[in-house]
């Protein structure tokens, strides 16, 4: 019953867009229909981090095709989106509003482009790829210029203006951020600068998943004697503990190995030269690294890949190619994205909507402002739009205060299941029992709120506690009492 609770949502979204878009100047209406059209879109997944962090590689990993390039070209210098589509093609949205094809050099993205970078607003690749269908992938060229988090910052990455890897996290409903071995100031400061611009029901850690990029290459070489792997998620542990607030989580993920399974480049004659090192000591073996054939077999593996494969590819492609998708942390990833990202996507694309609209609405100098924020206001305080208030604190009492029992019931609400099963009542129970049963629940989580020790906990208490009257009303009507 309660499904079509994030459908409710964007009902309510669309007419909020109704109402508001007539009171804004001209000039701004467009932008803020893109933000509606968007709703109706899968995801959107963007893939930022430094450059060279390994974004295309992972990019190209997940949807399973080499079609990113990974060198230093013009494209490796534009953002680049990936939506689902057939037949596979390109184009390129220039600047100046108009767009051109852009040919597919053996499946893949060519290096040069033709056009210089700065021509270029995005480049829009579409591809029969299954994962496409639920996930629209935004690969952007690299974080190094990030600037002051303030208001006006904020305006531009959510009204398209400023730098174009932020300006594509604005445009983005939930982020991959690629880290190093240790998150830096600025990288910290970009997650703040994303959270800003997802409006003020940012969902923070809901949204952003710290990926600890190019695991294979933990450790200290290959003298270690532990596992790149171990080393990377002890590393991603202390990571995720420290940014709760920012990220839902840290994944230590090796793009390149994801990449070299998963993309048909491991051949029979690939494995066998792999396969070929096996038995040589690994300190001869790091002795002739300089060996072009062990280079080429490192750009494909890494160090790691080809040092540890060499006993698996004894067994055959097939084998090592299924080692190197097991150890990669790929699947880790899409476990995260498949429970957490997809089936929250519309609340997800509803609080970006929402917050663009907001900021529009906030313009200075906007015609008939006042009325805009009031109507913004009137629907954020709609019983339709409460989805957004319980994801907001699941995200507040998950960061911080993790250990309270009401994360766990806000996180029922948020994934929408039965209301049986949020109230812990068998299938008997009609729904009179249900509506005391959630009245009762209601009165508890509002005493929950009165007595908490976190500022977290007292929003989240008030929260639930309209979660559990709004529900006891809904049953009821249903019931059509
Ligand atoms: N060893 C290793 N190398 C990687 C990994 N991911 C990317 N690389 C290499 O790092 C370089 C930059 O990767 P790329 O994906 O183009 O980075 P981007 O600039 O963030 O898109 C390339 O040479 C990749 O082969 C990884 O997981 N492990
Ligand atoms: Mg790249």
Redesign the pocket.
Known sequence: MTKGRPAAVLERLHRLYDEVIPLLPEAERSVAEQARSSLGEPLRLA?V????????????ALVRRRI?????GEC?RVVTWYRFGAPDRAELHLTDGTTRPVRLVDGGLPEELGVSAEKVDRLVVHLSSAPLRRLTLI?T??LDTLTARNEAATRRAILGEGDASQRAAGEADALLY?IGDAARRSDVDFLADFHASSGSLSATALNAVGIL?????FGSGPFDPRNPFDVARDVAAGLADTHRAELAAVIP???????TARTGRISESLARRVADLAGEESVALSLRRQDPDLQDL??I?????VSAGREQAVGGAARLKSWCESV?GIEDLERLARSQLVPRADLLKAIRALGALGALAARPGADRREQALALVEAAVLDPAMHPLEELRALHAVTSQAPTSPLGGQLAGFVDDPEPRTLLGLDVTADAGELATAARRRSAEATRVAALAVSPAEAVAGRVLARSYQLLARRVLAEEGR
Do not use: H, I, M, W
């Open positions: 893939v981090g430094r450059v060279s962090s390994g974004k295309s590689t992972l990019v190209n990113a390039p990974t060198s230093a490796t690969d060229p690299g690629l990029a190019q695991a294979d290459r993920v090796s793009g390149l190995l994801a990449e490192y750009r593996f890494g160090p790691y890949g990669c």
